[in-house]
């Protein structure tokens, strides 16, 4: 509307509805523009959350999980002085090996540093690639097949586990000949199988958890290295 016109009262009606209608199409497209800027923060914000590993499940004590797929995960927990060097040392440790082997025969999930406290989640092939990495022994085999693989377990005494009770019951390894074992010389951490526990070797350092597939092998000396376990499952 021309202002050195004399605009009747249907003009300036017209002019004023036209300037309300601008006006209220300039705070939606301003709302609209909040709107999205917020949801891109928020996107942002759990991205680097995700990488972070802020949502993921995380054992709080050092776990070994033994998968179906045969896929061995160790979960570590670790309070250390100085943690500077940490993670290079263990990539270059697991790249060395991969180098040697293959490339993903181990990978570093996880590391996260909270001061003194180091969390590493490590994946591994197989059982056979995480006993050739770190040293301690670790097999899959049926009870029955123990002594071919180099374990005598004709005098062991076993801890069978049922449903609801605390396993004190008493058995020797031929009531479980036909079952899955696992052998393992590690402690100070728990064990998590493919299967529900049904027996473990009668010593005093494995203690059974709330869940089934599931053993604690307490660490009951820093000098000394530990012995051999065995984990009847099915």
């Known amino acids: 509307m021309d202002k050195r016109e004399n605009p009747t009262p249907e003009q300036l009606r017209l002019y004023r509805r036209r300037k309300r209608m601008l ?15 917020a949801i891109a923060i928020v996107v942002v914000v759990i991205v680097i959350a ?45 790249q060395l090996y991969n180098n040697t082997n ?25 059982l056979k690639v995480y006993s050739d990495f770190t040293g301690y022994t670790a097999e899959i085999c049926k009870v029955s097949e123990t002594k071919v693989y180099g374990y005598d377990t004709s005098g062991v005494s076993f801890k069978k586990f049922s449903s609801g009770a605390s396993g004190d019951s008493l058995a020797s390894a031929d009531a479980f000949k036909d079952e899955k074992v696992l052998v393992i010389k590690e402690w100070g951490t728990d064990v998590k199988v493919p299967g529900t526990i049904i027996a473990v070797s009668d010593v005093s350092y494995i203690k059974k958890t709330d869940d089934s597939d599931t053993v604690t092998i307490n660490k009951e000396s820093d000098s000394a290295a530990a012995p051999i376990a065995y984990i009847i499952y099915r």
């Not at 006006?23 to 800027?37: H, I, V, Y």
């Open 23 to 37: 006006q209220k199409r300039r705070r939606q497209r301003q709302r609209l523009l909040l709107f999205l800027a």
């Open 102 to 126: 293959s490339a993903e025969d181990v990978v570093l999930e996880r590391f996260a540093r909270d001061g003194n406290h180091c969390y590493l989640r490590t994946r591994y092939k197989n």
């Open 50 to 94: 995700v990488a972070l590993g802020a949502f993921e499940k995380r054992s709080d004590v050092n776990l070994l999980t033994i998968k179906a797929n045969g896929t061995v995960i160790y979960e570590e927990n670790q309070e250390l002085k100085d943690t500077s060097g940490l993670k290079k040392f263990v990539k270059s440790e697991i």
